[in-house]
């Protein structure tokens, strides 16, 4: 492989990293600050008609309820008091994770861009010295 086209690969892996991965992370920052304020809480869970639920009561005394997923269900099992996160502000929203998922995933593909970009970027510096 000629000497210009690694460079140019090289050089294609650091924007890309770079540019790519400053746009994540700001997608990533954006969706943490829409994704509101996340509360712990002790919930009792029960059984219902349609599935388990959990109840709790929220910073203002409401009571609030929510039916467990598939999964949460699993994660909870046959406990009758759950650690959970509400959302403060919204009625009945609920998750078992104080952050979002979809925040880490993206934060971390955002990050792996950035470390693809900085790797291009030391790669393409030695290249340059041991040439030059």
């Given amino acids: 492989m000629p000497d210009h086209a690694l460079d140019a690969i090289i050089e294609i892996f ?7 991965g400053a746009l994540l992370a700001v997608i990533a920052l954006l969706v943490f600050v829409f994704d509101g304020t996340w509360m712990p809480v002790r919930a009792v869970v029960e059984d219902a008609e349609q599935g ?3 109840r709790w009561f929220d910073e203002d005394g409401g009571v609030n309820e929510a039916r467990l997923t598939h999964e949460q269900e699993r994660e909870i099992g046959p406990k009758d008091m759950a650690d959970i996160f509400y959302r403060r502000g919204s009625q009945n929203r609920m998750r078992l994770t104080q952050g979002s998922p979809a925040v880490r995933a993206i934060a971390l593909l955002a990050a792996g861009l950035l470390a693809l970009g900085v790797i291009a970027l030391a790669a ?6 041991v040439r030059g």
Wanted: proline share 0%.
């Fill in 52 to 54: 388990r639920l959990v």
């Fill in 14 to 20: 650091s924007w890309a990293g770079f540019g790519l």
């Fill in 124 to 129: 393409s510096l030695i290249l340059l010295f």
